[in-house]
């Protein structure tokens, strides 16, 4: 059977599955597809649909997304910065569930008060250092608090 050009996507799905320290079998079972199945996918020999690697991405616990790209479901070139930095959170073995749901809200965040929408490849026109919204923070009073002075004063 020849390789539909899935290697790539079958290679990483193998190094995602080490990783995270799952035979074949484990992840066939917690991914709810059967064990020659996954085994073909990283193989190389079957491209899988969108839903397969979803379930797949579950239970290896990563980015849905970094698969579709790998599979050529979505376009590599318009979100590649985005997704190589989700999936590196995503990856990191040495952070927990919630402290990488945590990195992602906070990178979505700063992506969205610099310009960028989720997904979008490109920046609104502005610059977030002269955004009149953009200030300093107030300095702290002597007592260590963070309160405005002019609010306390009175």
């Known amino acids: 059977m020849a390789s539909l050009n899935v290697g790539n996507l079958g290679e990483y799905?193998?190094?995602q599955r080490r990783n995270a320290q799952l035979s074949l079998r484990q992840l066939a079972d917690a991914a709810?597809?059967?064990?020659?199945?996954l085994s073909q996918i990283e193989r190389g020999l079957r491209k899988p649909s969108a839903e397969v690697l979803q379930q797949v991405a579950k239970a290896l616990?990563?980015?849905?997304?970094?698969?579709?790209?790998?599979?050529?479901?979505?376009d590599a070139e318009?979100?590649?910065d985005e997704v190589e930095v989700r999936a590196v959170i995503l990856a990191d073995?040495?952070?927990?569930?919630?402290?990488?749901?945590?990195?992602?809200?906070?990178?979505?965040s700063f992506r969205k008060e610099n310009g960028f929408?989720?997904?979008?490849?490109?920046?609104?026109?502005r610059d977030p250092l002269s955004d009149a919204s953009v200030r300093?923070?107030?300095?702290?009073?002597a007592g260590?608090?963070?309160?405005?002075?002019?609010?306390?004063a009175g």
């Open 13 to 15: 799905l193998r190094e």
């Open 117 to 125: 929408a989720p997904g979008d490849g490109a920046v609104e026109s």
């Open 61 to 74: 616990r990563i980015s849905a997304e970094t698969l579709y790209v790998r599979a050529g479901i979505l």
């Open 93 to 108: 073995p040495a952070l927990t569930g919630q402290q990488k749901q945590v990195l992602l809200q906070i990178y979505e």
């Open 144 to 152: 260590g608090s963070d309160a405005d002075p002019q609010q306390t």
């Open 78 to 80: 318009r979100d590649r």
């Open 32 to 37: 709810g597809v059967s064990n020659p199945y």
């Open 136 to 141: 300093p923070a107030p300095p702290r009073t």
